[in-house]
């Protein structure tokens, strides 16, 4: 995240006095919204207005299998979905007023799993996951639907997992930007144990930030549990990104004091 630091002339009567501007670039922040299995974009909408108004450009989308593409459910697999999370990435993080190396990827459940995946292949500065989902990585190339019945994944859910032994929690051991993990107290999809599991592979990250949401359970169905996870997350993103201009204002202006002394 760039800051623009200028040096000006005020005239003041007959004199000239001297200031110093200091404002955003003109490129911001981006926000990713993945929505989980089942669910769409339109779940992500009130919150993504919400960040909206710190300055991010946030984009939402809906994977393949749900609402309009929804005929091709039954087929749709892991790879694919992970596809589609990266074509919304780059689309992104190329637009001109998109700061590419300031981007945040906010996934719940299914769609915290495939962000976890994609912090592998592209730079994330922020990462965010809602009740982020794991599964076993056989059968990569199964429909997703399967997957319930292909793996005993209550089972699996409830066991301890090494980083080391599964693809998503090895993309988190080697991610190194800040992360909020958030779980819902109440949750029969995504066990306790998975929001463990994924927090000990987190052990690079340069920050973690965990919260529980009082009564929730895996799809946050009741208002005050979606009220709750909305207050979570825009104030961890509001911190994340004022933090980062904080920084940067400070790194410019600190280039600009060893440029004075010659240090």
């Not at 003041?12 to 404002?23: F, H, M, P, S, W």
């Not at 201009?245 to 280039?255: C, F, I, K, V, Y």
Request: aromatic letters at 6%; charged letters at 25%.
């Amino acid at each position: 995240m760039e800051i623009r630091l200028e040096t000006i002339e005020l005239a003041v009567e007959d004199e000239r006095i001297c200031g110093t501007v200091l404002a955003p670039a003109t490129e911001m922040p981006g926000v990713l919204f993945v929505h989980g299995w089942g669910g769409s974009q339109e779940h992500d909408l009130a919150r993504a207005r919400e960040a909206a108004g710190l300055g991010c450009v946030c984009l939402t989308f809906d994977l393949r299998g749900h609402e309009r593409t929804a005929q091709a459910r039954e087929r749709i697999t892991r790879p694919q979905n992970l596809a589609d999370l990266t074509a919304a990435y780059d689309w992104l993080a190329a637009q001109p007023q998109v700061d590419a190396r300031s981007i945040a990827v906010v996934g719940i459940s299914y769609g915290g799993y495939l962000a976890a995946l994609l912090s592998a292949q592209r730079p994330v500065r922020w990462l965010a996951l809602r009740s982020p989902a794991l599964y076993r990585d056989e059968g990569w190339e199964l429909p997703k639907r399967q997957l319930h019945k292909a793996q005993d994944l209550r089972a699996y859910r409830r066991s301890r997992i090494r980083w080391q032994d599964n693809l998503a929690l090895r993309a988190c051991a080697e991610y190194r930007g800040d992360v909020l993990l958030v779980e819902a107290e109440h949750d029969e999809t995504v066990p306790h144990r998975v929001i463990e599991n994924y927090a000990a592979a987190f052990h690079r990250a340069r920050s973690l930030t965990r919260r529980m949401i009082g009564g929730a359970d895996h799809g946050f169905t009741d208002k005050p549990a979606q009220k709750a996870y909305t207050a979570v997350l825009i104030n961890w993103l509001t911190e994340m990104v004022v933090g980062a201009r904080e920084d940067a204002a400070q790194s410019r202006l600190s280039e600009r004091k060893r440029a004075n002394t010659g240090g």
